[in-house]
């Protein structure tokens, strides 16, 4: 099946850098990918939409000059966290639909997931 | 605005027994629905998706829709502690590809 590779796995930085994730398509091509976060104990809530080739899509209340997205190819999408503070501590997923567009009859291939500490 | 609602939890319940965990939302073009489980640290997995009213069987797992009390349910029978997990509930709304909406999930807790 479809795989979304996501890395790293975890990391730790410390408040005022900046940390990338990345989520690889390794057996498709993936032209959109979604990025969610989720806090402990919350749902996963969409960030934003990242499209090869184009501007990244924000959801409500989602700084984009705070997390900067890269869809440079159609198996590569990054998030990066810019100057992280504690409060960006959580767990990042990225997830890719079906090819085929929607409505969807086949699952979202999620990415492992990062989770990000910020000291 | 998309709402999906689900009781947090924890639900406990015996090994061996049905588990029944529910699910509302509020956009009534919603199409597409789906359960994950989730475990601790972890990305989720798709359990069952479902589109149409009615049951939908797979093996232990049975999701039910209604889509004109904007209902969605999932049982899970013959219980196991393997089953301990949060469960999400997620929806998809139009043709398009948008990311889907998740509810923030109901703690499964199977007592052996």
Known sequence: ?119 | QKEVEQNSGPLSVPEGAIASLNCTYSDRVSQSFFWYRQYSGKSPELIMSIYSNGDKEDGRFTAQLNKASQYVSLLIRDSQPSDSATYLCALHSGGGADGLTFGKGTHLIIQP
């Not at chain 1, 976060?37 to 989602?62: D, H, I, W």
Request: proline fraction near 6%.
């Open chain 1, 1 to 119: 099946g479809a795989v979304v590779s996501q890395h790293p796995s975890w990391v730790i930085c410390k408040s005022g850098t900046s940390v990338k994730i990345e989520c690889r398509s390794l057996d498709f091509q993936a032209t959109t990918m979604f990025w969610y976060r989720q806090f402990p104990k919350q749902s996963l809530m969409l960030m934003a939409t990242s499209n090869e080739g184009s501007k990244a899509t924000y959801e409500q209340g989602v700084e984009k000059d705070k997390f900067l997205i890269n869809h440079a190819s159609l198996t590569l999408s990054t998030l990066t966290v810019t100057s992280a503070h504690p409060e960006d501590s959580s767990f990042y997923i990225c997830s890719a639909p079906p090819t085929g567009g929607g409505p969807y009859n086949s699952p979202l291939h999620f990415g492992n997931g990062t989770r990000l500490t910020v000291t």
